[in-house]
């Protein structure tokens, strides 16, 4: 028997609007994320990447179909415990950083813990911090900080609670490409060093070949996968997307 996925999806749809204006911006996905993996998912603007993301981490709720994270499906549970499930189970790293100007890097990285009333663990976030590479600067607040150093202190306000999966959603989008790299080699290590798992949406190929796996998606469909991804062949599966778009 294989392992249940940390997150997955079946038969997940989702429409957006009704009538002439109706989207189907998952029409059908089957879709897990192995734990202990790092997988981004790609496909061309419109294809339904942050949808799929959002259903599956209970940030959106799909039409048909099912969400789960770990053995819980989300769409049985009421805001109450969907809230919960985000808080505990799932992490969050978003394009924009979205930390609390207010508060330290140190107190930004344990706010969720703090919100669910729950005792960080010493050890666990002193190793975070140690990875992040923040040591020095926990008492400054996010404004002292570089763009980079910020999505750094995302990455491990995200980790904190040592969460089943954590999502992201462009993390690398407000970056430049040395500070990108540093943020995805920071989202590397916590899956092959600290036995995280993380789903990541991405536009940038060079961003997808940190991943383990790129999943593709075209038209809210699943369109392909790939192991061991490399930018130039995540660059060619675009491209047959492209085409095949140009050709309808
Ligand atoms: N709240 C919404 N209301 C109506 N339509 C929506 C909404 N959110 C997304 N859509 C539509 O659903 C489809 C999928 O959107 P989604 O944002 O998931 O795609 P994406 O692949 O993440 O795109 P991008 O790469 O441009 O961010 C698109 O046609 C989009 O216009």
């Given at each position: 028997m294989t392992a249940t996925p940390a997150a997955h999806l079946t038969a997940a749809v989702k429409v957006y609007g009704g009538g002439d204006t109706e989207v189907r911006a998952l029409d059908g996905v089957t879709l897990g994320f192995e734990a202990g993996r790092f997988t981004a998912i790609m496909g061309p603007s419109g294809s339904g990447k942050s949808t799929l993301m959002h259903c599956a981490a209970g940030l959106d709720t799909l039409t048909s179909g099912q969400a789960?994270?770990?053995?819980?499906?989300?769409?049985s549970l009421g805001d109450k415990k969907l809230t919960l499930l985000r808080r505990e189970r799932v992490g969050f790293v978003f394009q924009a950083f979205n930390l609390l100007p207010t508060?330290?890097?140190a107190e930004n990285i344990t706010l969720p813990q703090d919100l669910a009333g729950s005792r960080p663990d010493?050890?666990?976030?002193?190793?975070?911090?140690?990875?992040?590479?923040?040591?020095?600067?926990?008492?400054h607040r996010p404004g002292e900080l570089s763009g980079g150093q910020q999505q750094r202190v995302a990455v491990a306000r995200a980790l904190a609670s040592r969460p089943e999966v954590v999502f992201a959603d462009e993390p690398t989008g407000n970056l430049d490409s040395r500070s990108g790299?540093?943020?995805?080699?920071?989202?590397?290590?916590a899956v092959h060093e600290m036995g995280r798992t993380v789903v990541m949406v991405t536009h940038d190929p060079v961003a997808a070949a940190h991943a383990d796996e790129v999943v593709f998606?075209?038209?809210g469909r699943l369109a392909g996968r790939m192991q061991q991804p490399t930018a130039e062949r995540v660059l060619d599966q675009l491209k047959s997307y492209d085409r095949k778009e140009a050709a309808r």
């Open positions: 789960y994270i770990g053995g819980t499906e989300l769409g508060l330290t890097v010493p050890e666990w976030t002193a190793a975070l911090i140690d990875v992040v590479g923040l040591g020095d600067r926990l008492h790299a540093e943020v995805l080699g920071l989202l590397g290590r998606l075209a038209d």
